[in-house]
Every structure is written in structure tokens, then in C-alpha cells.
């Protein structure tokens, strides 16, 4: 038996995503639930691994079984392909195991040529119709497969409009279309200089090839980088029957959920186009009606989708997007799927679905995706400043939040602004998928055309991004880069608020604030906390970040810099006579003036956390970072120090290091200096014991993290002066004050002898950001200059900075648990890199068997929601 790369609907299920992918598993799905599907088939995923296995080409033998099935298909649908007198035609869609909206491409009416066209306008006794449908599959057709842009052909049809002298496609008539067809094919072959294939089979082959190759275009693979979907999951091909939306007056096409995607409300939400083929609705060229408006355009087809929506909804127990077609007053279900949506949406959905009974708690917790919790604790409108502000003009609340910035019109441009550090509002008359790395950087979306399902809306949503969409009083001149709306001109670099939760537009900076955390979210936290095992502590600097921390939910500090703290007024300048000065007494004078500074910030940060766990780490970054680069502010600073200019650049040459972040840093600068280390334990313990006297309820233990060791002697060296100096002040103090000295995991070879440095260690906390550049030996700073090459080269999935890095750091790490957990089984493990807050590392570190994870203030609720997560999966596998 040969391998089978193709499934009817009849033949497949719901549970077979990694092979039909999600379109053509729910289309299994639906059609085993007997609904109202137009019938085909689905080419695998593994069929599309194979296309790039044979060299990006379709061996014979899946050609074979194309070939067979589309035969299965001609018997059940009773038409025949490239049959004049009773034609089937086809459209060719993407489906992807995980949902990647407007990622991929499809193809409709596939199947058309000058003599099945005919026979199409005799049985339908609608030329226009026939017409209609050949010119939209030769755009999208040539668009999709021969990659011959869109809007050359949006150019031909309006240069059609304007010669007859009318707004609307659809005011084009049967003879409008033909001609339509004839310019379009004329194009096709000045641009090609070869016909348009008239041969339906070589249509197929050709279609399944671009769904194929969109899997891999630039797009696709940023989509899937910000998603985290493999490369080699592939995606499936579904050849489905047509049915004509854009046959009359009785047929239409839309999109709907079971439940509103922005707010999460339970109401059925949609809309849709009459006369209109699919592709209408999404790609936002026409502005739609409401769902709710079939009830009286199609009172019984309205109803029939109501049922068959609810009974979906119940099927897959959770919030459905639906895609459906009206072909002469009969329904038909084309696609469903778990619906995106916002963040508020996500949540009150999964806490209404477990109060309906449909979902328990547990099953809520992994509704709700990590990072989207972000859009959450993001900005809203001052409500005063928005009082005052006027709105120049209002679109669609396509997806929530307050966005302020200044006006792009490209990808391209939002990109290289936010690059240069600026806030900027994305303006588009439509965004398509090419557009979405602006999309990613830009604070809002603003469209001209498009509904609450258009690509612009869909993607936004998915993003957390704020998105106003489908304001058609705007007129956007690309070339002069402006538009105007209500009689105002607004030019690139202008300021505009966008409100994605009203769909108001101002001409106006309106000041932002941030979230409150309301009911549901407080209820859908705590049944996450109830189940995971992973403390969440946060990582900050200042009183002020501490506070922020626990608000999220942080249970103590896993990272506190110290240096952070050297920056401000007299404090830098006691920094630089420090490290200007040349004998150890002439620090030590430095030191003790930054000492009650130091002090001071613990103290403050102490009284915050109300006795939580706070790590401080000592000083970490090389000392040039605190001497002057530039001309003038060196002249200047000679000055304050009282030195020649000479003597400071001497000191600066001194300390120019090749490559900084491997050189003389972390506990490298307490070797050579302990009096640094001294300074910084009387404030970390004097700090503490004036808490402890003023609030003896709160009972704080400090925590003191020595940076950068790679060898246990090295360790015992700075911790023997951190102990001799905390015992000496905590004797002359007469407390009682427990602390522990630990240390962060950031070199190679401190994983590798974990054991041996766990007898000195009380805790171990990984800083993977250092972790990851020096085990992949690259600087985290330059990456970024090559990092796209390996992406585009499919040697990296992901930025390693982003997302750890399993294989190889992951392994460093389990590794140094063991170890440091045979030496000393009580020590406690965490981590306190950026990868604290990304949810797929935080789940690592749960497998790994780490005690807490550490991010910053915002990504905290993200950890304790992953975190959860981790432990729901764990159970569920068990």
C-alpha cells in the first residue's frame, strides 16, 4: 500500500489536525456532524513536507492521488471538471495546524476557462455571474500562484468604473465583465509572455503548489516566529467544491463568531455581504452588514445558522469563527474555528464558559493565551484629557486598547520610526499580510476599508494591538504621505489618538494610563495561582518597579541591580572618584559616600515587598560603563574630579576593554576590589535591619547574589568578605538576622560545576540572558546584524534571546539542578532573564524542576498564567 497524502472530508475528524490541518480536520469535523459542507478533499501536511523533501515539487504519486480523489469528488458533487454543460469548480485553500490568519493563500473558482465559463452563464442563466466569477479566479489566480500583484488588476477594474462612469463593482454589467476578462488575460500575457493556463487540471496542480510554497513566503515565517509554530509542522491543501455567494441577490457570503471577540459577549457576531464571494468580506474592499441583518434579509437561513453556530459552540466548547456561504437561498458552512480574540474577550469567555458549565476551572486556565495578558495591563485614554479631546471621525472598534502616535503609511516606515525610538499610529487603506511587521511595532492600526473581520482587525487582535478599522470618510494619498478626514489634513509624523474599544479617531495627542485589573481578570488569576507550582518573583530596580511587581501578583524580587542605582546626581560623581581614585583608602572614601545612598534604595525597596524575598545582585557591568565617552563631558568631568583631562582619558584607556562583556565585570570587580562587596553588604544589611526595627512584622531576610562566577574558589573568596563584613554589623547591632549568599548562573562552566559551587551557594538564580550569549558565543547586543540570515536559512526558528534555547542552554540548566541539588538538596532555583516572562521557557522551567521564575513588572501575570499552565499540562499528561 502506497503512503495516502489525501482524505475526503468524510474520511477524517476533528482530532486529526497534524495531518488535515485545522481548516480540514473542522471540515471533517462538521461534515461528520452531517452539517451543510460543500464536499472535497484534503492534501496532508506530511504531503507539503514532501513538496520540500522532492525539491519544491509535487511527486507523482501524490499527483496520482490528487488526480483519484478529485474523481471521489466529481461522484459525490455530481459535476464534472472541465464539463461545459454541468462544471465543478473548486476552491483551493490553506489550512495550517495551528490558526495563522490571513497568513496563507486561497484561490476560488478554480476550474474556469472560455468554454466551461460559457456553459457556467447557460445553467445559471446569469452571463454576469459567469462572467463575475472567471475574472475574480484569473486575479486570484495569477495573483496567489503567478505572483502578479493585486492592485494592477484593482487598477484595470477601476479605469472600467471610471469609463462607465460608476462607484460600485457591482454596477458592472455582464459585458463590463467580459471585457474585464479579455484585459485581464492580456496582462496576464504581456506580463508572463504566455497564455493563461485554459487546462483545469493544470490549474489544480499549479494552485496546490502556491499553498504549498505560501507555507514558506517572508509572511508566513514572521508570523510563525511570533507565534512559535515549527516550520516543519507544513500545512494541508483543502479542495473544496464551490458555491456561489456572488449569484444574485438571494446568495452571499460572511464571516461570524459564536460570541463578540473584542468584549467576549455571548451574541452572535458577524457580518456579511450579499452578491459577494468570500474573499469580499475578509479583504475588506466592500464595507459589510451586521449578522444580526439576515434576519431580515433571510429570516430561515438566519435561524439555520443560529442552530448550527450554537451547536458548534457546544461541539468544541468554546468560542467558534465561522465562515459561510448563501448560494440562492441555501446555507452552506465552509470553515470553522476557535475564534481569536482580545485579551478582555479571552477572559470573559473562559470565566462565562465555566459559570455556563460547559468548561471546569482547569480547563479555563489554558483558554486563555499567556501573552495576550499583555493588552490587559496595557494604556487606556486619560478619561479627563478625553473629555476635552474631540473626535474628527469614527471607524470600527476592531480591536481595544488606546493607541497615541505619530502617522506612517508603510510597514517599511513604522518599522525604521519605531527603530529611531519613536511611537507610531500605522495608517493603510487595508493592511494585507505583507504588512505585518509594522503591524508588530506600530502602537495602533488605523484602516480605510475593512469590518471587524478584515485581515487589519484579525491580526491586531491577535496582537494585543490596538486597531481602528473601515473609516471610509478617510481619503489616504500614499505618494504625498497624508490623509484627510473631516476636512482636516493630517501628515506623516502628525500626531493622531486612535481608541480601538470606541473606533474614535482625533487629530491629537491624547495622554495614555495604565490598566486597572477588573473582576474577571482578579477571579480567572487566582484559578491560575491555584494550581501552579512555580513561584513568580519580579525583577526591579526601584521602590517604584517593586511596587508595580506586586500588584501583578509578584511574590518577591528575583533580581534587584544594584548598579541601576550609581546613576543619578552625587551618586555618579562618587562612582567615577571611586574608580578615578589610586589607592584602596581613596576608594574606600568614594564608597562610604554612595554607601547611604545604596542604603536608602534598599530600605525603600524592603518596606514595599513587606518582608517577600528581594535578591540583590552586587555590582555586575564593567566600570568604563560609568566614565564618560564624549570630548566635552570628559573636560567637564576632569573638572568635578579635580584631575587633568589627561589623567582621566588615562584612566579611560585603562579600562577600554576588547570585548567588555566577557572582561573585567560581576565578581570579577569584588576580586580585585572587595571593599566594593563590604560597601554593598553594610547597605544591603544595615538596610535591612532598619526595616526590621520599624516594621518587626515584616521579618526580612536579605538575599545577596555574587555575579558571573565560574569557579567555586572564586565564589568563596568574595562571600568570605560578604560574611565577615554582615556578622561584624550584625553583632555590633545585637539582632538576630538570618541572610543567605547565592549566586547567578551565567557562565558555561559555573552549569558544569554546579556541584562544587553549590557547597558555597544557598541559592542559584540562572541569568539566561548571559547564559544564552555565552553558550552560543555571540553577543547579545550584535545578533541581531545576522540573526534574520539564519531565520531566512531555517538554522534558527527563533531569536534565542527570546525564546531559550532547549537543546542547549536548557541543557546546561537541568543540568546544573542536578547537580546543585546532590550537593545541597534544600537550595532554591530560579531564573532571572528575560526569559522569565516568555511563556513557552517558563513551561521549560517547570519540566526542569526550577522553584520561581523572575521577569519584569508586566510580564509577571504572563508567568503566573504560564506557569499554571505548565503544571495543568503536566497533570493532564500523567
Known amino acids: 500500500m502506497s503512503h495516502k497524502y489525501v482524505y475526503l472530508f468524510s474520511e477524517g475528524n476533528g482530532k486529526m489536525r497534524e495531518l488535515l490541518g485545522g481548516k480540514g480536520a473542522n471540515l471533517a469535523e462538521m461534515t461528520v456532524l452531517g452539517m451543510p459542507v460543500p464536499q472535497g478533499f484534503t492534501i496532508t501536511t506530511e504531503a507539503c513536507t514532501q513538496y520540500y523533501k522532492d525539491g519544491r515539487e509535487i511527486n507523482a504519486e501524490i499527483q496520482a492521488q490528487i488526480y483519484e480523489y478529485l474523481e471521489k469528488m466529481e461522484a459525490i458533487c455530481g459535476k464534472k471538471f472541465a464539463d461545459p454543460k454541468n462544471p465543478l469548480l473548486v476552491s483551493v485553500r490553506s489550512g495550517a495546524r495551528a490558526s495563522m490568519p490571513g497568513m496563507m493563500d486561497t484561490i476560488l473558482n478554480l476550474g474556469l476557462n472560455d468554454t466551461v465559463v460559457e456553459g457556467l ?49 457591482i454596477e458592472l454589467d455582464e459585458n463590463d465583465m467580459k471585457e474585464l476578462v479579455q484585459k485581464f488575460k492580456a496582462f496576464y500575457k504581456e506580463k508572463k509572455g504566455e497564455e493563461f493556463p485554459s487546462d483545469p487540471k ?57 460570541r463578540n471577540p473584542a468584549t467576549g459577549e455571548k451574541a452572535l ?59 440562492n437561498g441555501k446555507l452552506y458552512m465552509l470553515q470553522t474555528r476557535n475564534g481569536k480574540r482580545t485579551a478582555a474577550a479571552a477572559l470573559k469567555i473562559a470565566v462565562d464558559l465555566v459559570d455556563e458549565g460547559m468548561i471546569d476551572e482547569e480547563e479555563a486556565v489554558l483558554r486563555v493565551e499567556p501573552k495576550q495578558l499583555d493588552a490587559l495591563l496595557h494604556p487606556q485614554f486619560d478619561a479627563e484629557a478625553l473629555k476635552k479631546a474631540k473626535a474628527i471621525g469614527k471607524g470600527l472598534a476592531a480591536s481595544p486598547g488606546a493607541a497615541c502616535g505619530k502617522v506612517v503609511f508603510s510597514a517599511e516606515d513604522a518599522k525604521e520610526w519605531h527603530e529611531r525610538g519613536e511611537k507610531v499610529v500605522l495608517v493603510r487603506l487595508e493592511t494585507s499580510p505583507e504588512d505585518i511587521e509594522g503591524m508588530a511595532v506600530a502602537e495602533g492600526i488605523l484602516t480605510v476599508r475593512g469590518g471587524m473581520t478584515s485581515h487589519a482587525a484579525v491580526v491586531a487582535r491577535g496582537m494585543g494591538t490596538c486597531c481602528v478599522s473601515g473609516c471610509g470618510e478617510i481619503v489616504v494619498d500614499y505618494d504625498a504621505k497624508k490623509f484627510t478626514l473631516a476636512g482636516q489634513t493630517i501628515k506623516e ?114 518596606e514595599v515587598m513587606e518582608g517577600r524575598p528581594v535578591i540583590i545582585r552586587f555590582l555586575d557591568p564593567p566600570l568604563h560603563e560609568f ?38 565585570r560581576g565578581c570579577r570587580l569584588a576580586v580585585s576590589y572587595p571593599e566594593i562587596a563590604r560597601m ?102 550584535d545578533a541581531g546584524k545576522f540573526l534574520d540570515y539564519y531565520y531566512e536559512n531555517k538554522i534558527y526558528e527563533s531569536d534565542p534571546f527570546a525564546h531559550l534555547d532547549q537543546n542547549g542552554v536548557g541543557k546546561l540548566v537541568k543540568m546544573a539542578v542536578e547537580l546543585g541539588r546532590k550537593t545541597r538538596p534544600e537550595i532554591h532555583l530560579g531564573i532571572c532573564g528575560e526569559h522569565g516572562g516568555d511563556p513557552t521557557s517558563v513551561e521549560f522551567c517547570h519540566q526542569a524542576g526550577l522553584d520561581y521564575v523572575s521577569c519584569s513588572p508586566f510580564r509577571v501575570p504572563i508567568a503566573r498564567l504560564a506557569a499554571a499552565q505548565a503544571a495543568v499540562k503536566e497533570k493532564r499528561a500523567k
Open 680 to 781: 554593598q553588604t553594610a547597605a544591603v544589611i544595615n538596610a535591612a535591619i532598619a526595616v526590621n526595627k520599624k516594621h518587626p512584622e515584616f521579618k526580612t531576610e536579605p538575599r545577596i547574589m555574587i555575579p558571573l562566577v565560574g569557579e567555586e574558589k572564586e565564589l568563596k573568596f568574595v562571600k568570605d568578605v560578604v560574611t565577615e563584613t554582615a556578622d561584624k554589623i550584625i553583632k555590633e547591632a545585637g539582632v538576630d538576622l538570618k541572610y543567605q549568599v547565592g549566586t547567578m548562573i551565567e557562565i558555561p562552566r559555573a552549569a558544569l560545576t554546579a556541584d562544587e559551587i553549590a557547597k558555597e551557594a544557598e541559592f542559584f538564580s540562572f541569568g539566561t540572558n548571559d547564559l544564552t550569549q555565552m553558550t552560543f558565543g555571540f553577543s547579545r547586543d
Open 493 to 606: 509624523g502628525d500626531y493622531i489618538s486612535i481608541d480601538g474599544s470606541t473606533g474614535n479617531i482625533y487629530a491629537e495627542a491624547i495622554p495614555t494610563v495604565a490598566a486597572s485589573i477588573s473582576g474577571d481578570f482578579g477571579r480567572f488569576m487566582k484559578w491560575a495561582d491555584s494550581v501552579r507550582r512555580l513561584e513568580v518573583y519580579t525583577n526591579a530596580d526601584t521602590p517604584r518597579d517593586a511596587k508595580q511587581g506586586k500588584e501583578f501578583g509578584a511574590q518577591g524580587i528575583g533580581l534587584c541591580r544594584t548598579e541601576h542605582m550609581f546613576f543619578e546626581g552625587q551618586r555618579i560623581k562618587a562612582m567615577r572618584e571611586m574608580i578615578v581614585a589610586k589607592t584602596t583608602e581613596e576608594r574606600e572614601k568614594a564608597l562610604a559616600r554612595i554607601l547611604p545612598y545604596q542604603q536608602g534604595d534598599f530600605e525603600g525597596i524592603y
Open 121 to 169: 452563464a447557460k445553467i445559471t442563466n446569469s452571463p454576469r455571474f459567469a462572467y463575475d466569477s472567471y475574472r475574480r479566479f484569473i486575479q486570484m489566480f495569477s495573483d496567489v500562484v503567478m505572483e502578479l500583484p493585486k492592485s494592477e488588476f484593482e487598477k484595470i477594474i477601476d479605469e472600467q468604473k471610471a469609463k462607465k462612469g460608476v462607484k460600485q463593482d
Open 269 to 327: 457576531f458577524g457580518e456579511y455581504l450579499i452578491n459577494a464571494q468570500g474573499e469580499d468580506v475578509v479583504a475588506g474592499i466592500r464595507t459589510p452588514f451586521p449578522i444580526s441583518h439576515l434576519k431580515q434579509d433571510m429570516p430561515e437561513v438566519y435561524n439555520q445558522f443560529a442552530e448550527i453556530a450554537d451547536k458548534l459552540e457546544k461541539h468544541y466548547k468554546d468560542m467558534q469563527d465561522m465562515e459561510f456561504t448563501i448560494e
Open 202 to 258: 493544470v490549474q489544480l496542480m499549479e494552485a496546490v503548489k502556491a499553498v504549498f510554497r505560501s507555507w514558506d513566503n517572508p509572511r508566513a515565517n514572521v508570523y510563525r516566529r511570533m507565534n512559535e509554530i515549527p516550520y516543519d509542522w507544513g500545512t494541508a491543501v483543502n479542495v473544496q467544491a464551490m458555491v456561489f455567494g456572488n449569484s444574485g441577490e438571494k446568495s452571499g457570503t460572511g464571516v461570524a463568531f459564536t
Open 627 to 664: 566614565l564618560p565617552t564624549k570630548e566635552e563631558d570628559i573636560k567637564e568631568i576632569a573638572g568635578e574630579l579635580n584631575i587633568t583631562v589627561a589623567d582621566l582619558k588615562n584612566v579611560i584607556a585603562s579600562l577600554h576593554e576588547f570585548n567588555p562583556m566577557m572582561g573585567h
